[in-house]
């Protein structure tokens, strides 16, 4: 197996990597009108990653959300077309 081939595989299945939180925004939901078939749209706590010279933007959780702050560095799952993080509170804590 080339180098090339194990980092797509390692990508594939993803990789821990450490994450930059560079920008936070919360939108609010709209309750739509469901009498006219609009059912409106969910809020979303977006969270902005740098990662690898890249920046993702990803929905968390609210508790999630208010617990991260602009600047921190997490650790952050990094697959090959999209990037996760860990949003289960662990009997440690956050790591």
């Keep these: 197996m080339t180098e090339y081939e194990i980092e797509e595989e390692t990508v594939k299945k993803g990789r ?3 994450a930059k939180v560079i920008d936070k925004k ?5 309750p739509g009108n469901p009498l006219m ?13 740098y ?5 993702r933007i990803i929905d968390v959780k609210s508790d999630v959300f208010n617990q ?7 650790k952050a799952y ?10 289960e509170k662990r009997k440690s804590g956050w790591d």
């Design 16 to 18: 821990l990597v450490q």
């Design 26 to 30: 919360f939108i609010e939901g709209d």
């Design 37 to 49: 078939g609009d059912t409106g749209s969910p809020e979303k706590h977006l969270i902005t990653l």
């Design 51 to 55: 990662v690898h010279e890249k920046m």
């Design 68 to 74: 991260i702050d602009v600047g921190n560095e997490i």
């Design 78 to 87: 990094e697959y090959k077309e999209r990037i996760t993080i860990e949003q």
